[in-house]
């Protein structure tokens, strides 16, 4: 008995290779706070991949279940591999070569490989062109993937199958076994992280569990070292299913948990009560030369109720591109300045900042004579920045515009009374708090509006601190824009369509697609099809390139609004909002790699003025699924519909960029089930109920107010 032992609390544990009697020399001792670096065999590529996946530690390790599982099976031979399953091969290496892709400019390796009956078959490694210095004719290799017809014939084709060596010595260990599939980023496979998890699972026995006991009963939860356990190596799909919900219900109490603190640190805020008044709105609306829709108009009577209290207003303002959200924020501001406060509206670019400026000024400045509206953004001659600032700390300025910079630069206002901030996902904790600083009295309103639809049970789940508008209603007399699925055979047809809208005067976007891979090689990519598209396609018409590694953007932007280019050539950075009623077509390149609600959002650039305009849908994958998927983008122009549709098929990853908001692709599916998310709700406040600043655990508290710093959700 005496001689029990049982790990203490932080025990350790020595890392050794999991294969068998080549035992490594013990490394660094591990732990759940251990940084990756110390992971066996990590090397700094390593590193670096774990960290892009959010995995810093030894416990993100851990606590990252994989997303899937793959079963593959027995080998069969070539012949029999069918194109809808993955399968395993056992295969010998014919020859094989190192690459570059030509349309994605990436490196990869290609081999033909044949099985014992001679049947031959191509694979491709993308990315991974050091294969064929590993690989030699007459290697043996498992792979184990889904094969492809390729679209002119030829032999069948695997992409990026796992893939190991196979010896006499060394039987494939997983073949005919469960894989395990994690996030993965070029070059760090599955294999390898399930082989760090393997030797570090002994661990997973003091992990803290976030969820109350209670609460963890009462729905039937895994303890979290269990659910970590059976999660990374289940014996059974029930094992794995249970694993995921039970880490899924954590992270969104731990998201409620967090915005019940968020919101409580706001309540004992004051801010400056601003009282409604009839005439202000009248004079407004009659200073307006259109009819403000329901939509907008109920948007604006949420505000002024939020206003008039003392509590600060947290709103989120949700509208289409086109839904007229700088009218609403407009009306706001009239309000604020009949009490004599101020209002900052600041901008993600200075071409945004500079467009609001016209549009407050057009809608404020002639109704409200003493309300005068400033710009300030960096790129402004010193004088006149000198003499904005003075105007703000004054407060003769009533509504200041700006970039985000015009919080970071000294400016003080002398008496701030509402913020907002356009078209930007997360406003942070700190810009907050600098915001703050900058106002003589006492905390301002806030407001967010953006273009992303975002469904109400994903805002729920993640803005849970914030109130919602929603303006679902777009200004009369807006025509759709015309939007067409053209097949990759038809390309020519698009660009004739753009041939003739530049002939009739008017200019084009060309979208690159999207591809998951450095601002680097996306840029060089977006060069590489400009390139293209200037000496091959379109020789005779002005081109433009903009991608996120060009530095002035704002002037290239400014370049082609000032029609000094017919089309635009860009990757997804070409910003949600701004005008440019001569542009008419919207060619979007890879359009199966988008989201549907992000397409939706880049055919917003077109269509703004009454002229007709299209949107042209290129897939780089004709099949069927991925057609049918592009063409609810065309008979649909509801975004918010477009948004659901995403959830539904492929999580919200595409939408809001995948765990920049620190939620994982687990926790996103199971908004599919709305009990789910409204049980988890009632479950942080009861606890809140009980113990608002959750002392009583500690654990829960901890991961509430890590996710507040990752998140920046206050
Ligand atoms: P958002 O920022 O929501 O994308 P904007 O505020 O830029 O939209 O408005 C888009 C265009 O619609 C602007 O030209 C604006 O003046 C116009 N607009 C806004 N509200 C209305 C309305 N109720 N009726 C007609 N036009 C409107
Ligand atoms: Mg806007």
Redesign the pocket.
Known sequence: MGSERRPSRGATIWPQRPDGPRRARPGVPLSLDSPVTQLPRSNANDVRWLRKLGIHTVRGLLLQLPFDWESYGAPVPIAELSLTAPATVVVTVVRIQAKRSLIRDIGLAEAVVADAHGTTMKVVWFHQPYRANQLRPGDRLALAGKVRAPRYGGPLEMQNPHTEVVTDQHAPGWVGALMPKYHLTEKLTSRKIAMWVDMTLPLAGELEDEIPEHVRRSHHLLPLADAVRLGHQPATAEDWRRAKDRMAFAELLEFQAAFLMARRRIAVERATPIPYRQEVIDTFKDGLSFELTQAQKRAIWDIYKDVRQEVPMNRLMNGDVGSG??AVAAAAAAMVHASGLQTVVMAPTEILARQHLDRFRAYLERSFPGLSVELLISDLPAAERRRVRMSAASGHCSLLVGTHALIEEDVQLASLGLAVV??QHRFGTRQRELLRQKSATGRPHFMA?T?TPIPRSLALALYGEMTFSVIDEMPPGRTAVETQVVAPDDREKAYTLVRREVRAGRQAFVICPLIDESEKLVAKAATAEFERLRTQVFPDLRLALVHGKVKDKDAVMRAFRARESDVLVATSVVEV?VDLPNATVMLIEGADRFGLAQLHQLRGRVGRASLRSYCLLLADDPSKNSMERLRLVAVTSDGFRLAQEDMRLRGMGELLGPRQHGISDEAMDSLQNPELLSEVRQEAEALAAEDPDLTRWPALWKAAERRLEQTSVT
């Open positions: 959200k700088t356009d078209e509006m273009a909002g």
